[in-house]
Nanobody, 119 residues
């Protein structure tokens, strides 16, 4: 299974960006997909996950970010609205199983995509 995250870039605070995670090797029905992020000097943190129709969000992004999937394209999206400077990080997607914001097991990781938020 391979995952490729893309769509990062530079955006002004208050703006929006959509990240994509393209999954190959297996269909989305085989695994759940989770987004993580890591800012410089900080630990990697959970952002959002999707398991069939269930979605999970960290408190810091709830209400601003939306995770969704397109099974036909085998792609998971992370729509990020009202971006803040503290959202700046490298964003990674991973495949495995998720049952909650702190209950997941991950088997495959993609390379990250950089999100930069300017003031």
């Amino acid at each position: 299974v391979q995952l490729q995250a893309f769509g990062g870039g530079l955006v002004q605070a208050g703006g929006f960006l959509t990240l994509s995670c393209a999954v190959s090797g297996r269909t989305l029905s085989s695994y759940d997909v989770t987004w993580f992020r890591q800012a410089p000097g900080k630990e990697r943190e959970f952002v959002a996950g999707i398991s069939w129709s269930a979605t999970y969000y960290s408190d810091s992004v709830k209400g601003r970010f939306t995770i969704s999937e397109n099974n036909a394209k085998n792609t998971v999206y992370l729509q990020m609205n009202s971006l803040k400077q503290e959202d700046a990080a490298v964003y990674y997607c991973a495949a495995g199983y998720i049952a909650g914001t702190d209950a997941y097991v991950l088997y495959y990781w993609g390379k990250g995509t950089q999100v930069t938020v300017s003031s």
